[in-house]
């Protein structure tokens, strides 16, 4: 054998070793880790009474080094997340239940027990919650996460209080991402107004207790949409599942979009305004991901016309210019007939007799006639007409697909 052909035969031979997990080995000690808890806290009260340390130092740091340790066997899943997926709804559904224990105290079912509230264990589970957000994927754990009717007063009473960026991240961000599926509850909120016992300074109580449920909701949206961090992309997936619900599109989805566009009409001379800007383009963003064609459609022409006045699409920031042009090529979408597949299941009759009982001819005649209808229904997609409107996103797109950032191209790009 000569050489070179030794080189090829070691070439194709020589197979790598890959690193692929196949299950959840950590699940007994990530369980132990969520079940430990709040004896980590309690040990840390301990500790802190004790004067080994100083009571917050204990906390913070028996807080951070749990944290650290879930953090560090989770990020060993960044490239597999779906090994998580059999484990995610029971350890949501402990972390939750910590939540619920140990939260504000309300007259509501959630709390059962008379211990007094301890803040640093409802702390520590959102920040698990949060980590298991990250590496899973909010769009899977919303999922996964309760939905009972029960849990829209407290989750709600619990984002009303005085808001410290500093300090109630985690809990900001998980909490909007849970108010997010409970608002799909499939009742009229409005039958579940109550406004009584909300401890909140923004607004004032006095005039927190004219507002309504769904008020109150958006009154929190709109605070979490001007945020510096992440809780503003919760913040905008919240507000998009919420006016897209049936009992209020009707009023809440175009005074919605009207408060989104004046905060886009004023200049973002500050970092917090370009903040603002970002979770307002966000947000609808998702609600012309998530409504109704036939009901966004009389709303899409006037917001278009709004949207080029303002010129987002050729803003300095590209986090405006991508989530601008995102917008606008949803807004086509809306313009655009939908196609029905032509491969599409069509249901027949469900019993077998009928079906074989049939004359032959009678089910050439049957396949002929869908063969027809199919080439019909062809025919009119073929005579759509297109709005005038189109022609203005297209060339918007296509001027996308020469921006100097790649996150602008690529969103152009499948726009186009």
Not at 188 to 207: H, K, L, R, Y
Request: proline share 5%; glycine share 4%.
């Amino acid at each position: 054998m000569s050489p070179v052909e030794g080189a090829e035969e070691d070439a194709y031979t020589d197979v790598g070793v890959e690193c692929i997990l196949d299950m959840f080995r950590e699940h007994s000690k990530v369980k132990l880790m969520l079940q430990e808890i709040p004896s980590v806290i309690e040990k840390a009260e301990v500790a802190a009474a004790s004067q080994v340390l100083d009571a917050a130092d204990s906390l913070q740091f028996a807080a951070e080094k749990a944290f650290e340790d879930l953090k560090k066997i989770l990020d060993h899943y960044q490239e597999q997340p779906h090994l998580l997926d059999p484990h995610l709804e029971e350890f949501l559904g402990y972390l939750v239940t910590l939540v619920r224990e140990v939260g504000v105290k309300s007259s509501s079912v959630w709390y059962r027990n008379t211990r007094a509230p301890k803040k640093a264990v409802a702390t520590q589970a959102f920040k698990y919650i949060y980590l298991l957000i990250k590496v899973r994927g909010y769009k899977i754990v919303v999922n996964k996460l309760p939905h009972e009717v029960g849990d829209l007063l407290p989750v709600l009473e619990m984002l009303e209080q005085p808001y410290d960026e500093s300090d109630d991240f985690y809990k900001s961000y998980v909490l909007l991402l849970w108010l997010s599926i409970v608002v799909y509850m499939p009742f009229n909120i409005a039958d579940f107004d109550a406004t009584t016992g909300a401890a909140t300074t923004q607004p004032s109580e006095m005039e927190q207790e004219k507002l309504t449920m769904v008020n109150r909701l958006l009154v929190v949206i709109k605070q979490h949409l001007r945020s510096a961090q992440g809780s503003r992309d919760m913040a905008a997936f919240l507000a998009s599942r919420l006016v897209t619900r049936p009992d209020l599109r009707d009023h809440q989805l175009p005074s919605f979009m009207e408060h989104c566009l004046q905060v886009l009409s004023t200049p973002s001379t500050q970092h917090r305004s370009t903040f603002h800007h970002l979770g307002c383009l966000r947000a609808l963003g998702l609600v012309w991901k998530h409504g109704r064609r036939d009901e966004l459609l009389p709303l899409s022409v006037p917001l278009l016309q709004r949207l080029q006045q303002q010129q987002h699409t050729t803003s300095p920031d590209c986090l405006i210019r991508k989530l601008a042009i995102k917008l606008v090529q949803r807004i086509g979408l809306t313009f655009l007939a939908p196609r029905l597949a032509s491969w599409r299941y069509r249901r027949g009759n469900r019993s077998l007799v009928i079906n074989m009982s049939k004359p032959q001819q009678q089910q050439l005649n049957d396949h002929d006639k869908r063969d027809q209808d199919e080439e019909e229904q062809k025919q009119e997609e073929e005579d759509v007409e297109v709005v005038p409107e189109i022609e203005d996103i297209i060339d918007q797109l296509l001027k996308g697909l020469k921006d100097t950032d790649t996150v602008v191209r690529w969103s152009s790009s499948k726009g186009v």
